[in-house]
Every structure is written in structure tokens, then in C-alpha cells.
């Protein structure tokens, strides 16, 4: 029998993940996927669904759940279901009992997931033991809303939908009160320190300018997505410019001739904002790139708040591949700990 | 400017940017089209996907596998063979387009001008029915794809029909869905509706990306352009565009393509 899951109310904006689909961005199709990977992991790991690798260089995007946005879906589950809840605290409750984060539990038959209140981080991670069941689409199981492609019919989802779950990999005795250890679990605490690797577009900026980029506090505007995360700071200067640049990159300053903006990229059109790229980003565009967010970073980057801070501090590409060495401690076994 | 050698930048630690320079020339063009090829041949364990553009050639690789000194030294060795390549694959691909469509007047009326093109014209001494023709009469070369799924980035081939057009200096709320737009020199497209801040040239009955990929076209994906690609812009009417709209939708429209190469010797023989 399927197990399935009813959207009673689908909260801000919810939508089914994995770890994302690479292999199309020349195609100018973003990869998608968990904004916040390693939530996303470990709540997997909890559940005992296939962890997947890594975003955008792996080749397992491991099993689909739901990321949600700030206000959290009610959820009544249909049958027994294994879940666990990861990432920002928006007070998970049970059948109206607080829900523990980062613990697998048994959802019973007819009970209904729902969020209380928005405390700390801005999204939350929530798996299902046997992973979503939807099609597929060029390997992954990740929504792209704005390509309308993959995850619940390209889109997020709506009051009235029905999910269907795969078949677990182990019996939910064997499941029930696993948790992630205290020293891998994130801290969701303002400020946000966030590396970036500086570059590519670095040295177009005066050089004050990318002093002021590091020391400064950098404010998250509202109007933040997982195409882009805004952030309101002090103006940045740049350059003189080589005239022909001018009439081919744009009359603005911070103009380029148009090339690659990666995942995690900070734009900083016309000096006046800072935007650092998502998961559902433009892979192309013609603004100058202070510097590029790390890979391991980019769950920080989807849990600050709106009127929080970032801090950015530059690192190597040495440092940032040290980085993801940790990373990957964080959804392995070393992680877990078995019920008691 | 072309740089001597090509710099390469990380670009975080997934991307390296390998950049030939910082202008738009489609001689840069060609160097990058031809190490992402050579790259692609190569087939190197560790590199996972390129974002060719019109001057760098962006690459995700993995780290653990490659790290970025020794992608570094791989590019490097590979990098001769691109400068020695004068031809390539390029497909020319005809686009029927319904210049100054209702759909473009209204969206430009919503935003202060009665027609985008009327006003494009204007700008570069021509009557509409000029502008059309100079867009038309001339290939345009796609140098680069991205920004949203199937949006291209194309250059006319004959420099002397080349339109000119400033960007919008506060970019539009809304653009309809399958517009050709241009700013700059560059010709662009809107596959879905979105806020934006080129000019627009008209409309497409058909579009380049279709994510239930339902006309033969998109068997292996769902966008249609890509960089290397020759379109043919085809003025069309209300009743082609009406037509070839239902062959959209009963998912029977093939785009007339034709294979073929393109040698950057011709592109330069073009009068400028």
C-alpha cells in the first residue's frame, strides 16, 4: 500500500526537493534542488532515505522531501509515516505537540503536521520515510518553478494536493528516536558569517570597496528568493572603465560583457545591492561579481531572515574544498545517533 | 580587449571561469566554442558541465577529483588546440517572428511607449518596415544561452544591418511570454513572462523552450538555442502566426533546421 500525505495548507511557499538537477545549465536551466543541502541530508539520514551526494557535482540526487519557506504546510498523513523535520525552527507540532527538530518520529495514521511559529532560520527541511514519489524529470526529482519543470507539477504546492511516498528501507521501530548529534547540527544565530571566495569580477571594484565588503554588515532584503538573496549595505565604487567596455558591457559602471554567474555569484548592480545567487538563479548575466559564496556555505545563505545580517569573509579555494570535507561528516553515519 | 592567455578564475569552488578576454567578438566567440568541444572530447574525470558564453567558458568540476590547479594545467594543454580551430557545427535554425505583435504594443503602451519597435526604428534612422528587414536580412549568431531557460544572446553577422537599441533605464514590471527582444547590439528572447529591460521586436508563435518537450524539436530537451546555433529571423502575419500557434498546440511544429558549419573566416569577410 502507498503511504500519502493530503496538503491541508501549503504555507508560504513549498515545494518538493532533492538535491538538484545539474547537467543543464548551458540550456540556461538552473539546478534547483535544497537550498539548504545539508538539512535536507541529515533529514534524510533520520528517516533512512538515500542521502544522495552532493549538489550540483554529484551524480545521486537521493531521495525528495519538502522544503518549506518561513510559514510552514499542514500535513495529515494518511498512514503510519516515519518523518523528521530539519534546518530553521518553526516550531513543528504533532497533533499540536511541539515536535522535536532533528529527531525521526512516528506520525500515525490521520495526524497532522503543521507549524506553529517562525523562530529562528528561514527554511525548514522535512522528510518522509520512503522519500516523495514524483516523476523524475532529467534525473531529478527537484521543483523549478520558474522553468515550471519537475518536483509537484513545476510548481509549489497547493491545498488539496495528495504526495505519495516510496516504501521505506527499514520498519519504523527501527527509525523512531534516531537523532543528529548535537556537534552536527547547524546553529541558527545572527549574524551569519558566509565565505566567499572572491572573484571573478573582484578587481573591477576600488579596492576600499572590497575592504567595505568584508567589514560591513549586509542586510537581508525581503525580496529574497532562491533565485537571489538581497541584501542592502553600504555603496560600492568602481573603476574606471576602458571605454569600449562601455559601449559593449553597458552604460552602468558595474556593467560586463555578460558571462557566468554561478550558484552562490554576488552581483553588485550599479554598487547600490548586493545579490547573491540561489539555486534557482540566472546561470548568465552582465552585472560585476564581488565574489562567489562557497558551496558549503549556501544552506547559511538560505536560513538568514529577512532583516538579518550577513558577514562576508573571504577564503581560498583550498579552504572552501577543507570545507565541504566537513560538510560531508555532517549526512554521514557519524552523525547519527541510534534511539536509546 | 583579447587577453594573450586566457585567465582563469574561480568562480567559488564548483566553477572555474576560463575568460578570453572582456568584449564581445565573435573571433573570442569561436575560442570559446572550441575549447568547451575540445574540453567535451577530452571527456575529464572530475569536470561535470560548461557554461560556454560569449567570452569564457564557464566549467563545474569537483574538487576532491580535480582540484582546481590541476583543471588549471588540463585547460592549459588544451588550450592550443581551440586558437587552431577556424570551423565549427552550427545549425541554422529559422525563427518565424510577428514584428510589433499586439501583444508587444500593449505590453510597450503599459510601460510609455506606443511600440518598442517603432521607437527602435526611429533611433537608427528607419522606417519600421526598414528595421524589420535590416533584423530579417541578416543572420545572427548565437553566442550565448542562459539567464533563463532557452533566453539566447545573438549577434548580427552582417554588422552593417546591426540595430542598435539603449536598454530600458528602469526595467519593464512584465514582458509577455516568447518575445524577441533586443538591447545593444545583442538580439535576446523571453521564454516565459517576465520583468525586463530590452526593447521588444515581436512575438513567437512557437516557442524555443517547451517544458512538456511536445513538438519533435525538443526530444532531447526542453530549449531549443544553442550557443554556436545560426538563426534566420522570418517575418510573419497575424495568419501564419495563428497557424503555426495550432500546429504548437497539437504538438505537431517542427522548426525548419538545417545542419551545417560555420568558419569564422566567412564571419570576418562580412563587411563591417
Known amino acids: ?340 | 580587449m583579447l587577453y594573450e592567455q586566457p585567465i582563469h578564475r574561480p568562480l567559488g569552488d564548483l566553477y572555474m571561469c576560463v575568460e578570453f578576454g572582456d568584449e564581445l567578438a565573435i573571433e573570442q566567440n569561436f575560442l570559446v566554442i572550441a575549447l568547451d568541444m575540445a574540453l567535451r572530447e577530452a571527456a575529464v574525470t572530475g569536470v561535470h558541465e560548461t557554461i560556454p558564453t560569449h567570452r569564457s567558458l564557464g566549467v563545474v568540476y569537483d574538487p576532491a577529483v580535480l582540484p582546481f590547479d590541476r583543471l588549471s594545467a588540463v585547460l592549459r594543454g588544451l588550450e592550443p588546440r581551440a586558437t587552431h580551430l577556424r570551423e565549427i557545427p552550427s545549425r541554422l535554425v529559422s525563427i518565424p517572428v510577428w514584428y510589433d505583435d499586439p501583444w508587444s504594443r500593449e505590453c510597450a503602451a503599459a510601460h510609455g511607449l506606443d511600440s518598442n519597435l517603432a521607437y527602435l526604428a526611429e533611433l537608427n534612422g528607419l522606417t519600421l518596415e526598414e528595421a524589420i528587414a535590416w533584423h530579417t536580412g541578416t543572420l545572427h549568431w548565437v553566442a550565448a544561452v542562459g539567464f533563463q531557460p532557452a533566453t539566447f544572446q545573438a549577434v548580427p553577422l552582417d554588422r552593417s544591418k546591426a540595430l542598435t537599441a539603449p536598454k530600458y533605464k528602469s526595467p519593464r514590471t512584465w514582458t509577455p511570454d516568447r518575445t524577441l527582444c533586443i538591447a545593444g547590439q545583442i538580439t535576446s528572447f523571453y521564454p516565459v513572462e517576465s520583468p525586463g529591460g530590452y526593447q521588444l521586436l515581436g512575438r513567437l508563435p512557437a516557442n524555443l523552450y517547451d517544458p512538456e518537450q511536445r513538438n519533435p524539436d525538443f526530444a532531447d530537451g526542453p530549449v531549443l538555442p544553442r550557443v554556436g546555433d545560426r538563426h534566420r529571423y522570418v517575418s510573419i502575419g497575424e495568419e501564419e502566426y495563428e497557424r503555426i500557434r495550432v500546429a504548437v498546440e497539437a504538438g505537431t511544429y517542427a522548426f525548419e533546421i538545417e545542419p551545417g558549419t560555420f568558419a569564422l573566416d566567412d564571419s570576418l569577410a562580412v563587411p563591417s
Not at chain 1, 516523476?135 to 522553468?147: D, H, L, Q
Not at chain 1, 544552506?299 to 577564503?315: C, D, K, M, N, W
Open chain 1, 1 to 340: 500500500m502507498t503511504a500519502t500525505i493530503d496538503v491541508l495548507q501549503p504555507g508560504l511557499q513549498t515545494t518538493v526537493q532533492d538535491l538538484g538537477r545539474p547537467g543543464l545549465l548551458a540550456a540556461g536551466m538552473a539546478p534547483s534542488g535544497a537550498f539548504d543541502a545539508l538539512a535536507l541530508q541529515q533529514a534524510n539520514l533520520l528517516v533512512g532515505n538515500d542521502v544522495g551526494d552532493w549538489f550540483l557535482v554529484g551524480e545521486d540526487p537521493g531521495a525528495a522531501g519538502l522544503e518549506v519557506l518561513l510559514l510552514g504546510p499542514e500535513l495529515r498523513f494518511a498512514e503510519p509515516t516515519i518523518i523528521a523535520v530539519t534546518g530553521a525552527d518553526l516550531a513543528p507540532t504533532l497533533d499540536g505537540e511541539p515536535l522535536p527538530l532533528y529527531v525521526a518520529a512516528l506520525a500515525e495514521a490521520g495526524s497532522v503536521l503543521a507549524f506553529a511559529v517562525s523562530r529562528a532560520g528561514a527554511r525548514a527541511y522535512i522528510a518522509f520515510a520512503g522519500g516523495i514519489e514524483v516523476e523524475p524529470v532529467f534525473g531529478s526529482r527537484a521543483t523549478n518553478v520558474r522553468a515550471r519543470i519537475g518536483g509537484f507539477g513545476g510548481r509549489k504546492l497547493q491545498t488539496g494536493d495528495t504526495l505519495e511516498l516510496g516504501a521505506p528501507t527499514r520498519p519504523p521501530d527501527a527509525l523512531t528516536g534516531r537523532s543528529i548529534r548535537d556537534a552536527f547540527r547547524p546553529r541558527l544565530e545572527p549574524d551569519w558569517e558566509i565565505r566567499v571566495v572572491l572573484g571573478p569580477q573582484h578587481e573591477l571594484f576600488e579596492p576600499e570597496s572590497v575592504e567595505t565588503f568584508l567589514s560591513e554588515r549586509w542586510r537581508l532584503k525581503p525580496a529574497s528568493d532562491r533565485m537571489g538573496c538581497r541584501f542592502d549595505g553600504p555603496p560600492l565604487a568602481f573603476r574606471p572603465r576602458a571605454a569600449a567596455l562601455e559601449e559593449q558591457a553597458g552604460g552602468d559602471p558595474s556593467n560586463i560583457v555578460d558571462d557566468t554567474i554561478p550558484v552562490g555569484g554576488i552581483q553588485v548592480p550599479s554598487g547600490l545591492e548586493a545579490i547573491a545567487m540561489g539555486v534557482d538563479g540566472p546561470s548568465l548575466g552582465g552585472y560585476a561579481k564581488i565574489g562567489t559564496v562557497i558551496s558549503c556555505d549556501l544552506g547559511r545563505l538560505a536560513q538568514i531572515r529577512p532583516g538579518e545580517h550577513a558577514l562576508f569573509r573571504a577564503v581560498t579555494v583550498e579552504e572552501a574544498t577543507t570545507a565541504r570535507q566537513q560538510y560531508a561528516r555532517g549526512r554521514s553515519a557519524e552523525a547519527l545517533a541510534e534511539a536509546q
